[in-house]
Each structure stands twice: as C-alpha cells, then as structure tokens.
C-alpha cells in the first residue's frame, strides 16, 4: 500500500505490502522507518507498529466509527531524533 506524505523536507513516498499477520515487513521510500507489522484487533480497529533497525519507533491505531463515516488515526512513539510524537488524525467520509 503506497503511501504519501508530505514532510518539513517535501514530499515523501512511503511503500510497503502487508497482511494483518503481525509479521515484519520492508518499507521502503522512508528515512523514519524500514518495517512495519500489522493487526486486526476487531473489525473496526486496526493497528500498525512501525520499527527501524529492529527497534519499535511508532504505533498507530486506526479506528473507524461504528456507521462508517469516520477514521481516527492515533500515533504514538518517538520520531527520527528520538523525540516522543503523538498524533491525531480524523477523516470525515463525505
């Protein structure tokens, strides 16, 4: 599943393919992160555990709303200099 951000530093384009397995898998295109793992923790909630050389860097939680019409994203760890990040994202369905 490709990925786009856009960062301080321009765009970047994040790229990985996983199952909810729970497993490792490459990420490429990303100087944060070169793995993620993901699982299903019910059918509305998802999380994605991203790591870089072998060490968990961030977590994020995706939930979408029992009608479907909203996804939160929260992210929690550290970023690239080692600061504790912690973001919120919410996307309304239109």
Do not use: C
């Not at 996983?18 to 059918?43: C, F, M, Q």
């Amino acid at each position: 599943m490709p990925i786009s951000m856009v960062a301080a530093t321009g765009r970047t384009k994040w790229e990985y393919t996983a199952g909810y397995d729970g497993k490792d898998h490459p990420v490429t295109g990303s100087l944060e992160t070169d793995a993620v793992s993901l699982k299903r923790i019910n059918p509305t909630t998802t999380e994605a555990a991203f790591k870089k050389s072998g060490k968990a860097t961030t977590t994020s939680t995706r939930v979408v709303s029992d009608d479907g019409k909203t996804l939160t994203i929260t992210t929690k760890g550290t970023n690239a200099e080692g600061k504790a990040v912690e973001n919120i994202q919410v996307f309304a369905k239109q």
